[in-house]
């Protein structure tokens, strides 16, 4: 399985951004894909991820309402649309999988698969 993140850039908070993450090589219906990310000195978060079958979406606390992940089955792709940035979002964001499917939002070193990561800068 191999990913492909874009998207990312710079911001002024308040603003938004939608990364995108194309998965290839997939070869199963199941599993799941998440974002994380990891701001500097910090140690890596899990942001947000969704099964591939659908069903529920999870999403860390510290985005919650604000960041939004949504799946194509058909492109192979997961986007991320971050509204509201602010500042602390402040990160290089990775998309990540997993070839099982998930219940809770599961920690970063419980995926898998990785692509590279995207720079998301938010200014004040």
């Known amino acids: 399985v191999q990913l492909q993140a874009s998207g990312g850039g710079s911001v002024q908070a308040g603003g938004s951004l939608r990364l995108s993450c194309e998965v290839s090589?997939?070869?199963?219906?199941?599993?799941?894909v998440g974002w994380i990310r990891q701001a500097p000195g910090k140690e890596r978060e899990s942001v947000a991820a969704v099964n591939w079958s659908g069903g529920r979406l999870f999403y860390a606390d510290s985005v919650r309402g604000r960041f939004t992940i949504s799946r194509d089955n058909v492109r192979n792709t997961v986007s991320l649309q971050m509204d509201s940035l602010k500042p602390e979002d402040t990160a290089v964001y990775y998309c990540a999988a997993r070839i099982n499917r998930i219940v809770v939002l599961m920690p970063p070193d419980s995926w898998t698969y990785w692509g590279q990561g995207t720079q998301v800068t938010v200014s004040s």
């Open positions: 090589g997939r070869t199963s219906s199941n599993g799941a």
